[in-house]
């Protein structure tokens, strides 16, 4: 628990102004000694971003900026604290190809990769981001016609990216496992999906792979646990799979928020 390995910057759109050197201040404070910057990357430049204000990743015009502050930062900080370079890659399907070159021209240059859904394809061939709103969840269960259907159109898409072809530089870590339970206050479900989730953990296991454990959804109105869910957790440990604590912070202030209740985790 000695790092933050999923944080924000102030090129994420959706995100705060805070500078990147706040973020570090932050994570020293706290006795990090480890941050992970793992913005969200630009998007395959032919997808449409279905967000309403296109706010869903950086901009590609923002990488060059990116990388240079980083490591300015990285020779500034050096031997005080790691900073890791990276991002949190969108696996999104139909766009695989896109996301395996834009993988192949910045892999060298990073330290740190966080593979995440949250893009569904509907049954229109549409793309939902499934969790921007309660109301594009909704969206999605009238799409599929069921809660529960949803969820398994999430959890098919999680085992794509699981065994997707990206190329030499895939993300090693499956970020926010259970992303799909953003809403599940608002929108329960009956089925645990425990046989489903097992399945896709022996995938991560046997594609050597790691997991993002992502307090964010604690402080997520409808959701109050995080991702993945905490009987989740105790599957991946036992199965022996790396977890890699996250804040999935968009603001200094939430650097390593809601870490003390991981230590039941060591």
Avoid at 132 to 152: A, K, M, P, T
Avoid at 200 to 229: E, R, W
Wanted: hydrophobic share 30%; with cysteine.
């Amino acid at each position: 628990m000695n790092g933050d390995y999923h944080v924000h910057t102030p090129y994420c759109p959706h995100g705060s102004n805070d500078p990147l050197v706040d973020y570090i201040e932050k994570a020293i404070e706290r006795n990090l000694k480890v941050i992970s910057f793992t913005e969200h990357a630009p998007l395959p430049k032919r997808f449409n971003d279905p967000t309403p204000e296109k706010d869903s990743a950086m901009r590609f015009q923002d990488l060059p900026d990116y990388f240079h502050k980083l490591k300015e930062l990285k020779k500034e900080y050096e031997g005080i604290i790691k900073i890791n370079i990276g991002f949190e890659v969108d696996y999104i399907e139909g766009y695989e190809q896109d996301t395996k070159q834009f993988l192949n021209e910045i892999g060298p240059e990073i330290d740190d990769a966080i593979l995440s859904v949250h893009m569904l394809k509907d049954k229109k061939g549409n793309y939902i981001c499934l969790d921007y709103h309660q109301d594009s969840f909704q969206e999605l269960v009238i799409q599929f016609g069921s809660v529960e259907r949803v969820y398994e159109h999430y959890y098919d898409t999680v085992k794509k990216a699981i065994l997707s072809d990206l190329g030499s530089y895939k993300p090693t870590r499956i970020g926010h496992l259970t992303l799909v339970e953003k809403f599940k206050q608002l929108y329960p479900v009956e089925h645990d999906f425990k046989k489903t989730i097992n399945e896709l953990l022996h995938l991560i296991k046997s594609n050597d792979l790691q997991l993002d454990l992502n307090t964010a959804g604690i402080y997520k109105p409808f959701c109050k646990t995080m991702y993945p869910s905490p009987w989740v957790v105790k599957m991946a440990q036992e199965l022996g799979i790396p977890l890699y604590p996250g804040s999935d912070s968009h603001a200094s202030s939430g650097i390593a928020k809601g870490f003390e209740g991981l230590q039941v985790y060591k």
